[in-house]
């Protein structure tokens, strides 16, 4: 369509509107130039400029829409960076996409076995809870994914149906997260409802004194955490960590605890007394929290034990989290990447990627929206102990224990209502042209190779467009 005949492009201020608006004129240039650019007339493809002062101005096309942002300098919370651009040029005849050295891919419908047969987790197959269900991908509302016929590769994708609560979850072999190494995951989300913290001790009928969350710290000395600070994992895994110097003195409010709590307590290592619950958290006081002499129980905000986690969460609600964390109180300054909130009941493609040097991305794109985001964060490489034996979508129950008979303290489950497809697990940092084509593959049913399809299609003529990774 020539350029007199473009709707009018949509323009986005973000900031110091009276101040940005003077960029206007800048931003029409640079959008001209973006037009040049796409020599291949990419119907996505985009133009970022950053100034020195701090403004920038993202450019971007979709189908026949210009879209236009203006956005200040950050302050506070930054602003989530645009998507980063495509991978360079379409694909002509004859020709598709690649992306090299994908471990696992589960499409999930004919066998949960994974889908690429070489490397170290070839023939690793799912682990389902009894409540998952795996329906086509047509029925969840996805595109379709027709493969390459050219080359006789078809794909069935199935979309995993998580119901939340017991017998959720699916379940992965350890290694596809490696310890103290490089990695990303990636997959299609559909949040059908908020996670929310479990406060409840079912089998005891009270609330878990002893809560855990995933605890940071600048120096070692003042530590703090998310509100309400539920978490689950979406492609990951975490489990309760202790501080191996915190200790405290506690009572438990049951029998026999209960019968008076200044003369029965016991050691608890590795937790630390909370002096305050997260806003609209319950307390433990009240009728159901007084001993025999009808005294309060004197631990009515609980404690705090610390979690270690790798991977990508559901958390707060309704946003997602990437983050590496196993021993937080030695490891510092960690910054997790947190999306802003998902839409309920809107697919979303995320892909987390942590890199050698630290740096954390979590590339999230809604479907038939104009643009996505990449939220940054800095967290350690580091291994994860032997208490995380297991990695999990949407599973995060734990039953804690303390003393000489090993008796539980404390039980949660943090199991999130979610759709999920597409898992993919790669022992390197996608880079952001990579992460950006996974979304296109999700989102709208673009064909994108691994190593065995690759070598397939060009055994039949058809050559591959490489997505190659960041040099180091």
């Not at 998507?83 to 696992?104: K, W």
């Not at 009240?286 to 991977?311: E, I, L, S, T, W």
Request: aromatic share 8%; glycine share 12%; charged share 20%.
């Amino acid at each position: 369509m020539p350029d007199d005949f473009r709707p009018e492009p949509r323009l986005r201020l973000v900031g110091d509107g009276a101040r940005l608006a003077l960029l206007r004129p800048d931003a029409l240039r640079e959008l001209a130039v973006m037009h040049r650019e796409n020599v291949f007339d990419l119907p996505v493809y985009d133009r970022l400029v950053e100034f020195e002062t701090g403004e920038r101005i993202l450019c971007r096309r979709v189908g026949e829409q210009d879209h236009v942002g203006i956005f200040g300098p950050g302050g506070g919370e930054p602003e989530p960076a645009p998507t980063p651009p495509g991978p360079g040029r379409a694909v002509r005849d004859g020709e598709f996409y690649a992306i090299p050295e994908c471990l696992a891919r589960y499409d999930g419908l004919d066998t949960l076995q994974n889908a690429v047969p070489g490397g170290e987790l070839a023939g690793w197959t799912l682990g389902l809870g009894a409540g998952v269900e795996v329906v086509p991908a047509a029925e969840a509302g996805l595109p379709a994914y027709p493969g390459l016929p050219q080359a006789g590769i078809g794909r069935e994708v199935g979309v995993f149906r998580l119901p939340g609560g017991a017998a959720s979850g699916i379940l992965y072999g350890r290694g596809h997260i490696p310890d103290d190494a490089p990695f990303s995951v990636s997959c299609l989300v559909r949040l059908t409802a908020p996670l929310e913290y479990d406060y409840t001790f079912d089998a005891r009928g009270v609330l878990n004194p002893i809560r855990a969350y995933l605890v940071h710290s600048d120096d070692g000395t003042t530590f703090s955490h998310d509100c309400p600070g539920e978490l689950s994992p979406l492609l990951g895994f975490c489990s309760p960590h202790l501080h191996p110097d915190w200790a405290e003195d506690v009572t438990y409010p049951w029998s026999p605890w209960n019968e008076d709590f200044a003369t029965r307590a016991e050691p608890l290592l590795g937790a630390r007394r909370a002096t305050a619950v997260c806003d609209g958290a319950p307390v433990l006081a009240g009728d159901g929290y007084r001993d025999g002499g009808g005294h309060a129980y004197p631990h009515p905000f609980g404690f705090v034990m610390g979690m270690q986690a790798a991977g990508m969460f559901v958390a707060g609600g309704n946003r997602l989290l990437g983050a590496r964390l196993s021993r937080f109180e030695s490891q510092f300054g960690v910054v997790p990447a947190v999306s802003e909130p998902l839409e309920i009941g809107r697919w979303h493609h995320a892909a987390m990627t942590h890199g050698a040097d630290g740096t954390v991305h979590l590339y999230v794109t809604p479907e038939d929206a104009a643009e996505g985001a990449v939220y940054r964060g800095v967290m350690p490489r580091c291994a994860m102990d032997a208490a995380c034996a297991y990695q999990a979508s949407g599973v995060n129950a734990w039953t804690l224990r303390n003393g000489p008979g090993g008796e539980a303290i404390a039980a949660y489950r943090m199991n999130p209502a979610m759709d999920v497809a597409l898992p993919r697990f790669f022992h390197y940092a996608l880079s952001p042209q990579q992460a950006w084509l996974l979304s296109l593959e999700a989102l709208s049913g673009l064909f994108v190779a691994d190593d065995h399809e690759v070598a397939q299609a060009m055994a039949l003529g058809l050559s591959p467009v490489t997505i190659e990774k960041e040099v180091p």
